[in-house]
């Protein structure tokens, strides 16, 4: 063979070995996906440090390349980096982390000053089990229903939770689905908000929250986690390192590590979830018909929540005094989406009184749907297991 042809075969082999030669039409389909994903993050600024890392994730898992190369750069091959990278979700080690940094930023009094408000997050938590009931009718298996329906509960890492215990082969659609839908929360939620209230409900004054003690705020945690893990032991994971954050922050002793794990660790962690998160949704695994439907009923779930939330909070008021009644604009705050639900709450009511700030009444319910969406998750997690 001459140097010339040595030469030229080379080159062709090279060229096997391109995305060029190897890209299909669903690479292609995705990897604008991820794009979209990306504008969407930095045009709209719909939720940046979610969207960046699941869109440039979305693109690098769709990288066209050969499947025989046995280059170990793919996230399904082993001893790939992404590969490793990848172990922590689908072993559930990023999601407990995450909740971790969610416990240590975290403030629970406007919880613990009012304790009715725990009632809504609990109320948001009918469009996890809806959702259970229509995935099941669509034809899914019973635990990869329960991976789907928890979606409903706008809560990203419990949903990667749950759906590797019950749906590994499902878990990128509904990672992408779940955090898709926590990022179109100032877009969904407020149509809602306005259709089921009226404007005299609109503009209901609360009291200020009383002031909680640190003794009060100490104690929260640790009953807290006695509370829910004896009803839901299987739900320890998540509530466990939820309530471990808080008492960090709380103690008044831990300042560091609290401040650790609500900043550079969540920070990685949520980098890491994001852009793995992504690159699972492989084209050959993500453009299926079950994603579709995936996506629709995650959709439906998380109306159902939104709804049950503002109609919970109106069916309260009508056994309330006047002067004690909620504004059912933070009944949408019964999501897990912290504490984005609770700003839309915020933004609605000011746009009908720009002196009533509903921020820290909605923060209960908020953070009582962190808590509720993790029990609902360690709930369907023991009763299939």
Known sequence: MSFTEFIINNFNEFLTYTGFSNATWPNLIMIAVGA?????????????????????????????????????IGLYEDNSVLNIFYQGVRQGWYPPLVFLGIGAMTDFSALISNPKLILIGAAAQFGIF???????????????????????????????????????NLMGAIAVCA??????????QPF???LLTTKK??????KAPRHVSQTERILFPIIGLLLTTFIVPSGLPLLGMLFF???????????????????????????????????????????????????????????VATMSGVLFVK???????????????IGNAGVSAVPMAARISNNLGLEYDRHNFLLMHAMGPNVAGVIGSAVAAGALLGFLS
């Open 245 to 303: 954050g808080n008492l960090l922050k709380e103690s008044g002793k831990t300042t560091r590590l609290a401040k650790t794990a609500g900043s550079a660790l969540n920070d990685i962690v949520v980098m890491l979830l994001g852009l793995t998160v992504g690159c699972s949704t492989q084209a050959s695994e993500f453009l299926t018909v079950n994603t579709i439907f995936i996506f629709f009923i995650g959709a439906c779930a998380f109306i």
């Open 130 to 168: 809806g959702a259970y009931m229509t995935a099941l009718a669509l034809g899914f298996e019973p635990n990869q229903a329960a991976g789907i329906a928890i979606i409903g509960g706008a809560d990203g890492p419990t949903a990667i939770f749950l759906s590797s215990k019950t749906a590994p």
């Open 192 to 194: 809602l908000m306005r």
């Open 201 to 206: 409900e609109r503009v209901i004054k609360m």
């Open 36 to 72: 979209f994903f990306i504008w969407l993050a930095i045009k709209k600024d719909f939720e940046p440090l979610l969207l960046v890392p699941i869109g440039l994730g979305i693109i690098l898992g769709n990288i066209p390349f050969r499947a025989d190369a046995g280059l170990e």
């Open 179 to 188: 955090y898709s839908y926590m990022a179109l929360v100032p877009v969904i």
């Open 315 to 329: 069916f309260m008021n009508l056994f309330l005094s006047k002067d004690k009644k909620i504004n059912p604009l």
